[in-house]
């Protein structure tokens, strides 16, 4: 009989293992559907020791929707022209000095993919095809484990609240081409506005949605309780009972849910290499609660 794919869960808020898998091989349906369920259950899925190609990585990311392609990097181009919905994510630099990939070897904050944009990815797949020895994991946090947690009282009074996402840096602090340093207040930096709780229309589940700490501004408020309020909800989502930390290795695939985790990485040495590949699954705008 054949083997159907496998999820064994990592025990903590969120994230599982699935095993008896190939990637590099056609998907059978029914593994398919394993997989498909296990995402919904656990919201990061890890398969370990797999062989991908560009083109294999590319075609099991399809499974779960139309890719989007990777942002624009520094040099105004995606990283891998013939394939711009692969984005490459490393510290490397190539023969001629020219960097390989995006974010460095900094640590990257607590956010959620491109929340900047008014429909931000779906999910994300990364491929560990170099790591450091030490640092460089990466953590994963359950945003509908958050939002659950919640006090009621907090739970009404966000839901109906709008957020303000910055467009201006990435999850490392870096400004984006074509934005200013700073500006008068948060107020006034420019991002999407989406729903501080969003709701699955499909399952009905709700999950916080905060994006990212820096530049967030709640609409509606003075920037002073805006501010508060943030750093009340950030306290609360970066606890440790709604996290998973990924240690790579090499050839491991891991793909999250964008809608309903954040992900932070650890920053690591720059003597170290570090070279992983990734897609970024489309998605739609965000459903208020
Ligand atoms: C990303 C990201 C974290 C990492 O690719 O969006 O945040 O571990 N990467 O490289
Ligand atoms: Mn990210």
């Known amino acids: 009989m054949r083997i159907v794919a496998k999820a064994i869960p990592t025990g903590a808020a969120l994230g599982a293992d699935i095993v008896d898998i190939d990637l590099s091989d056609e998907l059978g349906a029914d593994d398919l559907e394993a997989i498909k369920q296990a995402w919904a259950e656990h919201l990061v ?21 139309p890719l989007d392609k990777a942002p624009i990097n520094p040099y105004g181009t995606t990283w891998v022209p013939d394939n711009p919905e692969v984005n490459v994510i490393s510290n490397i630099l190539d023969d001629t000095g020219k960097r390989i990939g995006g974010l460095g070897d900094g640590e990257c904050v607590w956010h959620a993919d491109m929340t900047y944009n008014d429909d931000p990815v779906h999910a994300c797949t990364l491929y560990a095809k170099e790591i450091p020895e030490i640092g460089g994991d990466t953590g994963f946090a ?38 200013e340093e700073s500006y008068p207040d948060v107020s006034h930096v420019p991002g999407a506005v989406h729903p501080m709780v969003r709701r699955d229309p499909e399952t009905g589940r709700c999950a916080l949605y905060p994006g990212r700490r820096h530049n967030a501004y709640v609409l509606g408020l003075s920037v002073d309780e805006s501010e508060a309020l943030l750093d009340e909800i950030w306290a609360h989502v970066s606890k440790p009972e709604f996290a998973w930390t990924q240690h790579w290795q090499v050839d491991d695939l891991v793909m999250w849910d964008n809608r309903y985790c954040l992900h932070r990485r650890d920053a690591f040495s720059p003597d170290a290499r570090r070279h992983m590949r990734r897609t970024q699954i489309g998605g739609d705008r965000p459903v208020a609660a």
Do not use: I, P
């Open 45 to 65: 899925l890890r398969f370990r020791g797999q062989h991908l190609s560009d083109e294999d990585l590319l075609r099991f990311s399809r499974h779960f929707g």
């Open 142 to 179: 359950n945003m509908v484990a958050a939002y659950e947690a919640l006090s009621d009282e907090l739970k009404v009074r966000l839901t109906g609240m709008e957020c303000k996402h910055d467009k201006t840096r990435n999850s490392t602090g870096q400004l984006r081409k074509g934005f």
